[in-house]
């Protein structure tokens, strides 16, 4: 019984290995956004990985040929932080009838989406319930399409911080409660144990106020530092990372001394703050689209007064955090939060940290490839092309190096060895 059962398993592995062979034949080449790139090129995928890189347009026997004579191939791009189990636009009250489940068959959309858009990678910072991993392991296990996901599950927070539900009567604030919050070290240390142990790949913390949510106490700093220095020990010590959503100076300043590994956001970073980012080591994850979905909803009656109050002050310094902190030499990963605007947009993001950031394209491409992999703790996988990784490769129209603009016009995307539908 078990022989045979061994022999079918030799026969479907055998099937898979020749079935599974793809010649990607690249005019440009990029394997590694830090590098010169090469001329025309052929990448050979073999189950899944990429095996070999061949100068010139070549085809093994027996490979699928992708021709992508005429455009550039280069590593999937990596987005840091992503809600793929929302959408934009949605009315805050809709958390009082939606079930979770909703969220994850609304992020199967989404991961589509986001996945034709280049990103092979994300790093998904909040979501309702298990939804994000479920959606993770589905698109894992090759039941849907999508990119790799890196998930926290919901974020943590203070009691009527961002993150907590706020903004209803309290009995029903109560029964929203998503079960993140926490007060003290003890308590949101075992918050961290609680979501390691549910399936959290990183914990998320919202450490200062948010923009979008109901509650009313600003953009600064909530949780007490050593608050915070609880819930990064705990993490680390569990193998996982911990992305802080920070707005103001002194939350983020906080932050990262009590050792967070990304400040997202960071909307109003100072010098100091960027100072202790910078001697931390941590990384800043600069979300611009972010402010896209805000500005093209302020002054429209569709925010209530106290997310509206909250927007205009943030849409005050668009940009300002990433410029001083590409100025201060501090490590920028990729990031969007797409779900606060349309998903599929993320590449818009590119052009936004060149306009607004001051970085050149190059800069950009390594932020959204080895920067975010190094961030996300997936380098050994993915953010290059070397052989050896896993096949998650891309093709756009014109050279991403000199124009980051050319990160929105995706013509071709692998994940994981399989390409995505493009329509
Ligand atoms: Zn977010």
């Known amino acids: 019984m078990k022989k045979s059962i061994l022999a079918i398993v030799a026969l479907l592995t055998a099937g898979a290995a020749s079935a599974q062979t793809y010649a990607i034949q690249a005019g440009r080449l990029i394997v590694d956004a830090s ?32 021709d992508m004579r005429a455009k550039t191939v280069l590593p999937g791009l990596i987005d840091a932080h992503v809600h793929l189990t929302g ?19 609304v992020g199967v959309k989404n991961a589509l989406l986001t996945a034709r858009a280049g990103f092979t990678t994300v790093r998904d910072l909040g979501a309702p319930g298990n939804a994000s991993f479920a959606l993770r392991d589905a698109i894992h296990d090759g039941i849907v399409p999508g990119p790799r996901i890196i998930a926290s599950g919901g974020a943590l927070s203070i009691v ?5 539900v706020s903004g209803f009567r309290p009995e029903v604030n109560a029964v929203l409660d998503p079960g993140g919050t926490c007060t003290g070290a003890d308590q949101c240390a075992l918050r961290v144990r609680e979501w390691a142990k549910r399936g ?86 600069p979300t611009l689209m972010a402010f896209t979905g805000v500005r093209d909803r302020l002054g429209k009656n569709i925010f209530t007064p106290v997310v509206e109050a909250k927007g205009r002050e943030a849409m005050a310094v ?17 990031g969007t939060d797409s779900g606060v605007f349309e ?29 975010a992999a190094e961030l996300l703790g997936v380098g050994d996988e993915v953010g290059t092309l070397d052989p050896g990784k896993s096949a998650d490769l891309i093709a756009v129209d014109g050279d991403p190096l000199t124009d980051a603009g050319a990160l929105t016009r995706i013509v071709y995307v692998m994940a994981r060895g399989k390409p995505i539908a493009m329509k």
Do not use: C
Not at 160 to 164: A, E, L, Q, R
């Open 87 to 105: 959408d934009p636009g949605t009315p805050f009250w809709r958390e009082t009838i939606d079930p979770n489940e909703l969220a994850a068959i």
């Open 160 to 164: 009527g911080g961002h993150g907590d």
């Open 200 to 285: 959290s790949d990183v914990i998320k913390i919202t450490s200062t106020g948010g923009v979008l949510s109901q509650q009313g106490r600003g953009l600064e700093g909530h949780f007490d530092p050593a608050e915070i220095r609880a819930i990064t020990s705990t993490a680390h010590r569990l193998g996982l990372k911990v992305a802080a959503h920070a707005h103001g100076a002194r939350g983020i300043e906080d932050a990262a001394k009590a050792g967070v590994d990304s400040i997202d956001h960071g909307t109003f970073a100072d010098a100091a703050a960027l100072q202790a980012v910078k001697a931390r080591g941590a990384w800043y994850v």
């Open 343 to 371: 998903h599929g947009r993320n590449g818009e993001e590119a052009e936004l940290m060149v306009r607004l950031g001051g970085m050149s394209p190059r800069q950009v491409l390594v932020s959204a490839t080895t920067g």
């Open 35 to 66: 590098q010169t790139a090469r001329g025309p090129s052929t990448v050979i995928v073999e189950n899944g990985r990429i095996t070999r890189i061949e100068p010139g347009a070549t085809a093994p026997a027996g490979a699928t040929v992708v």
């Open 318 to 334: 668009w940009g300002h955090g990433l410029r001083a902190a590409h100025r201060a030499g501090v490590k920028i990963a990729f």
